[in-house]
Nanobody
Framework: QVQLMESGGGLVQPGGSLRLSCAPSGSIFRFNTMGWYRQAPGQQRELVARIFKVGSTDYADSVKGRFTISRDNAKNTVYLQMNSLKPEDTAVYYC??????????WGQGTQVTVSS
């Protein structure tokens, strides 16, 4: 069973930054994509950013230019650097991985709260 270990959430003021980390059990190259989704109270879970095995990336329009997803192969970890955070970024952020047979896996979620 795949486990995705997340870290890095917390409380930050508007305009601040946070970095989320996601490390899967097993090799990161098992997955076609790895990324982050978020879910705010009363809203559907939405894609934030993802990185494909070949290294290309995909972002939600709402975070383009502020968030950056990256992968450190040596550390077997995917990062989401979040800058210029806004109150509307407040949500539970979930790491997601899709393996080579298109089976999705989810982390337990980490809370990000942007508030003054």
């Amino acid at each position: 069973q795949v486990q995705l270990m997340e870290s890095g959430g917390g409380l930050v003021q508007p305009g601040g930054s946070l970095r989320l980390s996601c490390a899967p059990s097993g090799s990161i190259f098992r997955f076609n994509t790895m990324g982050w989704y978020r879910q705010a109270p009363g809203q559907q879970r939405e894609l934030v950013a993802r990185i494909f095995k070949v290294g290309s990336t995909d972002y939600a329009d709402s975070v383009k230019g502020r968030f950056t997803i990256s992968r450190d192969n040596a550390k077997n970890t995917v990062y989401l650097q979040m800058n210029s955070l806004k109150p509307e970024d407040t949500a539970v952020y979930y790491c997601n991985a899709v393996d080579n047979t298109y089976v999705p896996f989810w982390g337990q979620g980490t809370q990000v709260t942007v508030s003054s």
